[in-house]
């Protein structure tokens, strides 16, 4: 039997009367540059055939990354739906990391919003999210859906375990076509996080334009 663990609907199936789950998560936060990417999956409770639920769905940060991808192909088919809101570096700068998630959330929901059945669920009060994390950082900006916070949701639950694998693939191609556009800083390798290539380039070349500026003060002094 496999030590590692796997994602469940449990979570979701003891939330209440709820047709719908949308499982949302994060990717990106701690980069130093390119965008946040936060996912939102829909889980269909009412006609959900655990059968079809990825065999190698897992937290994301346990994947790898040919794994994320085949995981990605069979999510995209499968849910009723799903979507990624980003924002970039520039706006994470002007008005801070957590006002910058909070519109990640807002523009994936508002993808979401646009389905007819989940238009017609959140008209019902059919809708249900649960959120990966400690904080509810989405509750200056969604007050009509009912939020549950759940610490480790991304490792315990599929509908957010499958949020986070479709915002990391999303956002790590995403880097990869950057990387093409700025090949000074090896995008394609560490995706914008810190890594010791990454802060060495920034040395040698300085911050380009989607790099977030803010975050770089004490990285590149050395302190």
């Not at 959330?105 to 999210?129: F, P």
């Not at 990454?198 to 040698?204: K, M, N, S, T, Y």
Request: net charge negative; proline share 4%; with cysteine.
């Amino acid at each position: 039997m496999s030590s590692k663990p796997y994602p469940t609907t449990d979570v979701e199936r003891s939330l209440g009367a709820f047709r719908y789950v949308i499982g949302i998560d994060e990717v990106g936060r701690g980069a130093v540059a390119g965008p946040v990417a936060v996912g939102a999956f829909v889980l269909d409770l009412k006609t959900l055939d655990v059968g079809k639920i990825p065999t190698s769905l897992q937290d994301s940060k346990l994947m790898t990354e040919k794994s994320r991808e085949s995981v990605y192909e069979q999510l995209i088919t499968w849910a009723p739906g799903f979507a990624v809101g980003m924002v970039d570096a520039k706006d994470i700068d002007s008005h801070g990391i957590v006002a910058a998630l909070a519109q990640s959330a807002v523009r994936a929901l508002r993808q979401l919003a646009e389905l007819d059945e989940i238009k017609d669920a959140l008209a019902q009060n059919q809708v249900h999210i649960l959120l990966d994390g400690t904080h509810n950082w989405l509750e200056h900006v969604v007050t009509r859906i009912p939020v549950t916070v759940r610490a480790k949701a991304d490792r315990d639950c599929v509908s957010v375990a499958a949020a986070a694998c479709i915002a990391k693939v999303t956002r790590d191609r995403l880097m990869i076509d950057l990387a093409k556009e700025f090949p000074m800083y090896q995008l394609d390798g560490h995706k914008g996080y810190a890594s010791a290539s990454h802060i060495e380039a920034l040395r040698l070349h300085g911050p380009s334009e989607i790099h977030r500026v803010s975050w770089l003060t004490k990285i590149l002094s050395g302190e």
